[in-house]
């Protein structure tokens, strides 16, 4: 469907990155900013970012 254009080393860092902002938002005050970790975490979860395609980066090492 996509064509992967995120790296094992991004994905590692994305899928922490939206787990520790979606933990903020479960357990933090109030932190509904937080729920944008969902982003960054389907990211990761899928291998592809739209702004990655969009600035034409890549970090897959495939082309």
Same mark, same amino acid.
């Given at each position: 469907?996509?064509?992967?254009?995120?790296?094992? +080393?991004?994905?590692?860092?994305? =899928? =922490?990155?939206?787990?520790?902002? +979606?933990?903020?938002?479960?357990?933090?005050? &109030?932190?509904?900013?937080?729920? +944008? &970790?969902?982003?960054?975490?389907?990211? =990761?979860?899928?291998?592809?970012?739209?702004?990655?395609?969009?600035?034409?980066?890549?970090?897959?090492?495939?082309?």
């Amino acid at each position: 469907m996509f064509t992967q254009n995120v790296g094992l +080393i991004d994905r590692v860092v994305r =899928a =922490a990155a939206g787990i520790f902002l +979606i933990a903020l938002a479960v357990f933090g005050e &109030g932190m509904a900013w937080g729920w +944008i &970790g969902v982003v960054p975490l389907a990211t =990761a979860a899928v291998s592809f970012c739209p702004a990655y395609r969009l600035l034409g980066l890549n970090t897959c090492g495939r082309q």
